[in-house]
Each structure stands twice: as structure tokens, then as C-alpha cells.
């Protein structure tokens, strides 16, 4: 009986320390304490270099609670290179192009979405080749630098244009005169004279760098194209990740939104944070005259989305017809006028 007491007693005491030590220990995170995003060259980009500058994601995250966030970032030269880490788990976000979201949407089938819009800004196609006036010019000797092939927002809208110009069947007209290379080997590659590539669809600052040579022109303007924004930076997670993380998410989507306020707000303060953050050789005032130019908009509303998808989807790329936009992004940002 004695010994029955004794047990019980000794329960009690265990049950008693456990509830203490229960209490004592730090409530159980609902969301992840690390996040990693890959990111992109170029000035559509100014909001996510913000906020790593800024550190808005850490401010937003310790605001909805979720205490201490570390932030990765992580830099990389091509949408496919993102969508390759997004896939092998080495990032849990990527900033990129539109067209690589949507891309990798329909190869996962809908497992991977838009988390929000970036930034859009015109991209214009460049050449040094002085017999090239109109989209109808180029030729086999001809090559055209881009991002990616096949697959960026650039060799889109290339499709696009080509479409337009050639006619119905002919959007990838063109295709076999382009070659990948990141912004800046292109910007390098034409001021070259001696380099093959002659041609570069760019993004701001490096079309505006490479126009400075009188010898470079513009041959297409993607936003005179397209008559409207096309987001050519977007975010975009994993389901899995986005179902585990719902507060991180919903504070990198305010973090975006907040650096957009300060864009909005003072945009030499944000030309100068960004050309103090990527050692961006283009001046400040320059930047800001890219903010003021037609068709240039950073807000998490996402923009051309549809435009793209049906035309992968004329083309046979992506399997699944496109029906709304919303069904490419997570509900965080349904409630924006997006297109």
C-alpha cells in the first residue's frame, strides 16, 4: 500500500515538473524562422533590394509575431537557374520573370504559384546592327541575348512581336537567333564589336547603359507591344512551403508592399539605396527618370499574366488552358485587380 502511495506520489511529481517545464519552453513556431530567395539582376527588382536592404521582411515577420526571421538571399543570373533551386529545395522563393512562374505552375501542376507581383518595367530590344530597323530585319547573322531562351518574359514577348509582324503560325520565327546570357554579359557582349551577339532584349538600367553608345538602337519597346504592363518580376514558393508558412508569407507580401510605399514616396532615397546595395553604376537621377517612364509600375499586383499564359498555351508549351490569373497565384493577393 505504502509502495502504491510512493508511485502515485512520484507521478504526480513528474506530471508536475513536465507541466512546468512545458510552460517554460518557447510556444512552437506556426511558420519557418529561415526563408531563402533568389533574385535576379536588374532594376525590377528595386522593391525585393529594398527589402534585404531594409531588412522589411525581419521588421514585417517580428510584426505579425513570428519573432527573430532569417533572411537568405541568393543571386542568380536566369529564371531557369531559380526554378532549378526552387525544385532541389535550395530556395524556398523566387523572384523572377512571369513567364518562368507560369511555366513551372503547369510542369508541377499547380503546385508552385505566384506569391505576388514585383515590379514591371519596359523591356526594350537593342541592336548594334545598323541594317536592323524593324523586327523584319533581323537575319542569320543576327544573334539576340536574353535572360533565357524559349521561356523568359523576353523571348515572350519576342513570340509576341514576331506574331504580330510575321503573322498567325510564325511567333517563333526568331527563336533560333536568340541565345541565353545574363544582363550583364550581354551589355558587355554589345559594346563589342567583335562579339556574335549584336542584339540584346534588355531591362532597365542596362538598356539605358547601352544606349548611351550611338551605335545601339531600340527596335521594339515591349510595353508599345504588349499595350499594357507585363510583370517581369514576380514571387513565387511551393505549396508545401506556403501551407507551412502562412504569416512569412503574408509579411514578405507586406514587405514588398512597404517598399513599394517608399519608392512611391521618396524615389531618389530608393534609386540611392539601390545603387548602394548592388554598386549599380547607373546615377540615381537616372533611376528615377526609369521609375517616371511609361509602363514602369512596382506593386504586388501582378500584370500581364493572362497575356502570357494564353500565348504559352496557343504555342503548346504549358498543357492546362489559362482561364483566370488567380489560378496562378495564392489567394494572399486574389483580392487585387491583377490581369
Known sequence: ????????????????????LAAAAPAARADDARVRISRQPGFVYLPAVLAERLKLIEKQAKAAGLGDVTVEWVNLTSGAAGNDALLSGNVDIVDSGSTNMILINDRTRGDVKGLSGVGATPMLLLTRNPDVKTLKDFSGKDKIAMPSVKVSSQAVLLQIAAKKAFGPGEATRLDPLTVQLGHPDAVAALASPQNEVNSHFSLPPFQQRELQDPAIRTVLNSYEMAGEPVSNAILYARTAWFNRNPKLAAAIVAAIDEANALIAQDPLQAAKDYVAATNEKTPPEQLVAIMK??????????????????????????????????????????GLPGR
Not at 321 to 328: G, N, S, T
Open 293 to 334: 517612364e511609361p509602363g514602369t509600375v512596382f506593386s504586388t499586383t501582378p500584370y500581364g499574366i493572362m497575356l502570357q499564359a494564353r500565348h504559352f498555351h496557343e504555342l503548346k508549351v504549358i498543357k492546362t488552358e489559362p482561364k483566370d490569373w488567380k489560378d496562378y497565384f495564392f489567394p494572399i493577393v486574389h
Open 1 to 20: 500500500m505504502d509502495a502504491s502511495r510512493n508511485v502515485r506520489g512520484w507521478l504526480a511529481a513528474l506530471g508536475m515538473a513536465l507541466a512546468a
